[in-house]
């Protein structure tokens, strides 16, 4: 408990209200006038208006496109599932700004909504939802679905045999014991679009304002810490009644579910309903989730004499002027590699230690923690950048332009994934089997080496694997982070789409598809370790 | 010097009292069974001397030695859990060779020992079997061999057999009867099922609310209950308030004839089932007592008959099975003053 | 317990603070400094190697780069650090934020060598010298040459000329809260139409059919109709850089086309200018200005063009060829005083985001 307490009390708590306090008090006096003036601004009003609008709105639709999706994943069994698993959940991974990109392509003017029907959606906030439900489609598959394949279909069946009609049964039975799940996935999926970003910068043209953005612009470009300190105070306010109406549910969750392994509940679909419904599920996958990535590779191979691999040869190019890069762009790679890498391994040990802390201890105290540990993927980027750099500026915590502070800044956000994947499989543990192994005589560690190790080593396999990927395509705080060495993918893809010219514009597309290919297969590996009671993601 | 000396032991949550001051010793190669209703604190007990639960109050020697701030995986105790509690992601012998895996014994060692208990629990050459694969029955022989494995100077068994169906039981208990006596283990066990107790036990040990109702050995505590608490608990329901004078005592029922000698007094009546005498009626102002048969069980060698007295509670008699009457007949009922003990009041 | 978590929390404190210690050590911190100097810049911070080895040949110093964010962050970043700054030398406040980096005294004066060779109107701070000009380029409106061609329409050339009907729904403009190119184009009209007309002149552009995007990035490679990478862009007129032309030719695929695939508007311009200048606190000043000296040599001076896309300020750097052949002169490019604009930059956001909501 200690180590992950330690870790977030001086890479995120210190750090942010160091910022906050900047903004709070700027002499050195708390300075709450200001805040009124910032909270009664009308335009204040209007932008959590909207902030809480998009994302109900966004909540609500991908709920009602992902879970019969989730339905499909959880009761079917069909070719290639593992792959479209992984594949469904590489937009959650990806950077927004090349997914902006691919979604203006589809809906924006000759675009393929546009050749067909005559329908531009791009600027509208149809995009924007759209793009919402891109992104957490795997949150809500995964969430629910995971449940819902572990069902045991032989609670179903008894209320059938009592005289419930098939509907009524599935109301009366899977419904009450799946409304947990959706209700955790629905707070997930609100959450992440509540604090949306990018999406919204690029898709939103100027009209479009959340919360996150409104601090970004206050913060990034005007320096008006005063008033980015109250947005980001409001902020936390709201992101923490989530988390705490989020924890209940989950609490609630885990009560008593006749659970089953889910390989049995899954079967080849029967009968033209059941094909039809897997069959659209899987049009719609294929027009939401993959046709937006299949842009990406499309463009990344159209080189100016047909396809090829001219981009991709682009990249590998030794470093010179004409490049305009210091180093040969696939270095980027190896960089996000190593980056990824020291982050999960920080997310792994910091989220495990949480995680078996959280098993063990119970109590409000602790529960609070576990929200606790949420709270950076509610936090806008530029807080934690600019915190780090006024809060970690003395010897010996001088980690401003230090390495570290890039991997540890993406460990924040790995660690949430972390600890909700280890925990539930870690609280399945029966204590017991810990005690057999003390009265055999194996210390804690001993016991925890010999009994817990062994049966959560896919878990945190699988949660490794996880916080790899968002550590992957973890973009906001690392262009915040000063850096000496060579930049990560997601931000060489930006240099290069911030450029003119042919070949940038090829590269950075080729880039893009090169991180979603490593982000696939690290998720492909996933669903190869996947355990069969795995957490929420 | 006794193997377990356990001296006032207290242990409470929050505000219930799990053990009230139990005092309990285990002498070396003894086999003591606590005995009793669920929630009456024998797990705890058990939990308590292993150094799973932190104690309240008293204090735990073992071999001498006041355990008290001694780790659990250092007390040297076996425990067989109730369920077992198996490793499942390992195979027989990891689970067998566990407990000596942790105190650095070398492998070959291990191996040999692992047959050699896999042999006297009667599962030769499993050891390469996945726990999943294993029946009621052989999980808890690979639960007893794992405990016995590191060769601990108190084992100790929370419900051993409590899983298994009736005829495992009964089977199982001689052999692990027989396996104390030829491996001179002292052992500590706890269960609900007096039967079980008694075929395991050198002593019994009654627990109620946490603390120690009866001690002695099987025939003592079967013989002469301490309480009627501890009679209904070893399934006497013949249990009446009465007053002792002389030569019978006056009990609800009516007068119950004592054995000589029992003191005079306020009392309870206990009556075996044994010994209540059914017989045709007599003259209803025979004076004798009555009682109207309610129901009848068949219980192989005999028929244990449920009677509607004519005053009092209801009483249970043990008949041969030819002579038990049928439902609804009326009968007389006389009491065997040597099937009748007196106990304190409740 | 109480002990543990003390414990725990020390051990993993002194844990970072080891690993912390031994990254930094990697690279160099400047607390060993005298043989190194740090410049922090923005991410579009590009110089090649070659040009720093000559720097560490000349004068003995390494050059540790730290790079993070656009412009307006790095700059903001030296404001929160002021008296304590992350490096020696910043580069990259350009003249829509000098006055705000200049007020929060985050510089120490340096005279550089070589700024007589500089034009006087890019010198801000001609007094004091804490800020020295490095680059200059001009943010314009950019047209695809092609679709004016086929059209038999000339392409536009003045501000005045884009509310013009004949160019109705072709142009694409940034949003001036969130992009660099976006603020200078706002600046741009205020320049040329004055405090009082500026929003008059937006509003006839709004009523033009003006389309606006978040980022460059948007603008240019989804909307632009002659970007190598807009094959789905429908606008012909963008807001970019003068230096863009030369850009699409040498990063495209034809070698010497006869011209480049788009123009400038050259009465469009907004003049940015960028500056160096050593933080105040640094803790090797003398690498510091040493390294302020060589970014206005002529060896660092000619290595900017095709790194960074904009122009030297130093008259005598040679200009490549690309540039010269396809790159547009910008004769009287429009201004702001680096005080106005930080004076009125909030207020003029504000205002043109309602004004075109």
Redesign the interface.
């Known amino acids: 408990m200690a180590v992950p307490v330690a870790f977030f009390a001086l890479f995120f708590g210190y750090p942010v209200a160091a910022i906050v306090a900047r903004g709070l008090r700027p002499d050195g006096q708390w300075d709450l006038g200001h805040a009124r003036e910032v909270l009664t601004d009308p335009v204040t009003a209007q932008v959590v208006g909207f902030t809480v609008g998009q994302a109900a709105a966004s909540t609500a639709l991908t709920l009602a496109l992902a879970l019969p999706g989730a339905y499909v994943f959880a009761r079917f069994d069909f070719p290639g599932k593992r792959l479209l698993r992984a594949v469904v959940t590489v937009p959650f991974v990806l950077p927004t700004v090349v997914v902006g990109s691919a979604f203006l392509a589809l809906l924006g003017r000759d675009g393929l909504l546009d050749e067909a029907w005559g329908v531009r959606l791009d600027t509208s906030l149809w995009a924007i939802l759209l793009a919402h439900v891109f992104f957490n489609y795997a949150v809500v598959v995964r969430t629910v679905g995971g449940l819902w394949g572990q069902l045991d279909p032989g609670q179903e069946e008894a209320a059938r045999m009592l005289g419930a009609s098939r509907l009524a049964a599935w109301r009366r039975v899977t419904l009450p014991a799946l409304a947990p799940a959706v209700a955790a996935a629905a707070l997930m999926v609100f959450l992440f679009t509540f604090t949306s970003f990018g999406v919204i910068e690029v898709l939103g043209g100027a009209r479009y304002v959340t919360l996150e953005v409104e601090i970004y612009r206050q913060t990034a470009h005007f320096l008006d810490l005063p008033t980015a300190a109250v947005l980001t105070c409001l902020q936390f306010a709201a992101v923490t009644a989530l988390l705490a109406v989020h924890a209940r549910t989950v609490r609630r969750r885990e009560g008593a579910l006749r659970l089953v392994d889910a390989g049995r509940t899954a079967r080849r679909p029967r009968g033209a309903a059941q094909w039809t419904l897997l069959g659209s599920q899987l049009v719609l996958i294929a027009g939401l989730l993959l046709l937006p990535l299949a842009v990406l590779v499309e463009r990344s191979l159209a080189g100016p004499d047909g396809y090829g691999l001219d981009f991709y040869r682009a990249l590998a190019a030794a470093p010179d002027a004409a490049s305009g890069f210091a180093v040969a762009p696939l270095a980027a790679v190896g960089t996000s590699l190593r980056y990824a890498a020291v982050a999960t391994l920080i997310a792994v040990v910091v989220g495990g230690l949480a995680a078996a802390a959280l098993t063990r201890r119970a109590g409000r105290l602790v529960r609070g923690f576990d929200a606790l540990l949420m709270l950076p993927l509610g936090t806008s980027a530029v807080t934690v950048g600019f915190g780090f750099l006024i809060a970690l500026d003395e010897p010996p915590l001088d980690l401003r332009s230090a390495w570290l502070l890039v991997p540890l800044a993406q460990a924040l956000v790995g660690v949430p994934f972390v600890v909700r994947t280890m925990l539930p499989v870690l609280r399945a543990v029966d204590e017991r089997l810990r005690e057999a192994a003390a009265v055999l005589g194996a210390s804690p560690l001993r016991a925890w080496r010999e009994v817990d190790l062994p049966m959560v080593r896919r878990a945190l396999a699988v949660a490794a694997g996880f916080a790899f990927a968002v550590s992957l395509g973890e973009f906001g705080a690392t262009v915040f982070i000063a850096r000496g060495d060579e930049p990560t993918l997601p931000v060489a893809v930006t240099q290069f789409l911030g450029r003119a010219g042919e070949l940038n514009y090829g590269q950075a597309m080729a880039l893009s598809t090169i991180l979603m290919l490593v982000c696939a297969a690290s998720l492909l590996a996933l669903e190869c370790v996947r355990t069969h009671r795995a957490g929420e993601f | 010097m006794a193997s377990l000396d356990v001296t006032g032991l207290t242990v409470r949550f929050g505000g219930h009292t799990a053990l009230d001051g139990v005092d309990l010793a285990v002498a070396e190669g003894e086999t003591v069974c606590v005995l009793g209703p669920s929630g009456s604190g024998k797990s705890t007990l058990l939990r308590a001397v292993a150094g799973l639960r932190p104690v309240d109050a008293g204090r735990v020697l073992l071999a001498g030695r006041d355990v008290a701030r001694v780790p659990a995986h250092r007390r040297g105790v076996g425990l067989m859990f109730q369920d077992h509690q198996l490793f499942p992601q390992r195979d027989v012998a990891g689970n067998v060779a566990f407990g000596l895996r942790v105190r650095g014994v070398g492998k070959a060692a291990a191996r040999e020992r692992v047959t050699e208990l896999l042999e006297l629990v009667g599962l030769p050459g499993a050891g390469r079997r996945a726990v999943a694969s294993l029946s009621g029955g052989e999980q808890q022989r690979v639960a007893l061999a794992r405990a016995l494995a590191p060769e601990p100077g108190l084992l100790m068994l929370d419900e051993p057999l409590g899983q298994l169906d009736r005829g495992l039981r009964e089977r199982l208990v001689v052999e692990l009867r027989q396996l104390f006596d030829r491996l001179g283990t002292t052992v500590l066990a706890v269960t609900h099922d007096h039967s079980e107790a008694f075929a395991l036990a050198d002593r019994v040990v009654i627990m109620a609310e946490g603390r120690i109702a009866q001690s002695g050995t099987p025939v003592q505590v079967w013989e002469r209950p301490a309480s009627p608490f501890v009679a209904r608990f070893l399934g006497f329901d013949n249990v009446v308030p009465g007053t002792a004078r002389g030569a019978a005592a006056d009990t609800p029922w009516g007068p119950v004839p004592l054995p000589p000698g029992t003191p005079p007094g306020p009392c309870s009546v206990l009556v075996r089932p044994a010994g209540v005498r059914l017989g045709e009626p007599r003259d209803a102002d025979g004076g004798g007592l009555t009682g109207t048969v309610a129901a009848r069980t068949f219980r192989g060698d005999h028929v244990v008959v449920l009677l509607d007295m004519a005053r009092g509670p209801r009483a249970e008699a043990a008949c041969p099975l030819r002579s038990a009457p049928e439902v609804g007949e009326r009968v007389a009922v006389g009491f065997d003053a040597a099937d009748v003990v007196r106990l304190p009041p409740a | 317990m109480k002990r543990?978590?003390?414990?725990?929390?020390l051990?993993?404190?002194v844990g970072?603070?080891l690993?912390?210690?031994c990254?930094?050590s990697?690279?160099g911190?400047s607390a060993d400094g005298d043989r190194t100097v740090?410049l922090?810049t923005h991410?579009?911070f590009?110089?090649?190697?070659d040009v720093l080895d000559r720097f560490t040949e000349e004068t003995g110093y390494e050059v540790?780069?730290?790079?993070?964010?656009?412009a307006?962050?790095a700059v903001?970043?030296a404001?929160?650090?002021a008296g304590?700054p992350?490096?020696d030398v910043l580069f990259g406040v350009d003249n829509t934020m000098l006055s705000?980096a200049l007020e929060a005294d985050v510089f120490t004066p340096h005279r550089a060598e070589g700024l007589d060779r500089v034009p006087q109107e890019v010198r801000l701070d001609p007094e004091q010298h804490r800020v020295t000009p490095i680059d200059t380029g001009e943010v314009c409106v950019n047209y695809d040459r092609a679709y004016f061609a086929d059209r038999g329409v000339e392409p536009p050339q003045t501000l005045r000329d884009l509310t013009d009907p004949a160019y109705k729904d072709l142009l694409v403009v940034q949003?001036p809260?969130?992009s660099s190119p976006g603020l200078a184009f706002l600046l741009a009209t205020v320049g040329a139409f004055g405090e009082a007309g500026w929003r008059d002149y937006w509003e006839d552009l709004k009523a033009n059919g003006v389309l606006?995007?978040?980022?460059?990035?948007?603008a240019?490679?989804?909307?632009f109709s002659a970007?190598?990478?807009g094959r789905?862009g429908?606008r012909p007129l963008v807001v970019?850089?003068a230096s863009?032309p030369p850009?699409?030719v040498?990063?495209?695929?034809?070698d010497n086309p006869g011209q480049a695939p788009t123009g400038v508007a050259t009465g469009t311009c907004f003049q940015q200018t960028e500056f160096a200048g050593l933080l105040d606190g640094a803790a090797n000043p003398e690498g510091g200005k040493a390294l302020l000296d060589f970014m206005l040599s002529p060896a660092f001076q000619e290595?900017i063009p095709?790194?960074m896309?904009v122009r030297p300020v130093r008259e005598d750097a040679e200009l490549p060829e690309v540039f010269t052949r396809y790159g547009a002169e910008v004769p009287e490019p429009h201004r702001v005083a680096p005080e106005k604009i930080d004076a009125h930059r909030?207020r003029w956001i504000e205002q043109w985001?309602s004004l075109?909501?």
Request: glycine share 14%; charged share 25%.
């Open positions: 543990t978590t003390y414990r725990g929390v051990a993993a404190a970072t603070a690993l912390a210690g990254g930094g990697g690279d911190g740090t922090v991410e579009s590009l110089v090649s190697d540790r780069l730290i790079k993070s964010g656009d307006g962050v903001n970043k404001i929160l650090s304590n992350e490096g705000k949003n809260a969130t606006r995007t978040e980022g460059w990035e948007q240019y490679n989804d909307h970007s190598a990478a789905d429908d970019s850089y863009s850009a699409e040498y990063y495209g695929t034809e290595d095709l790194n896309f909030e985001s075109m909501r």
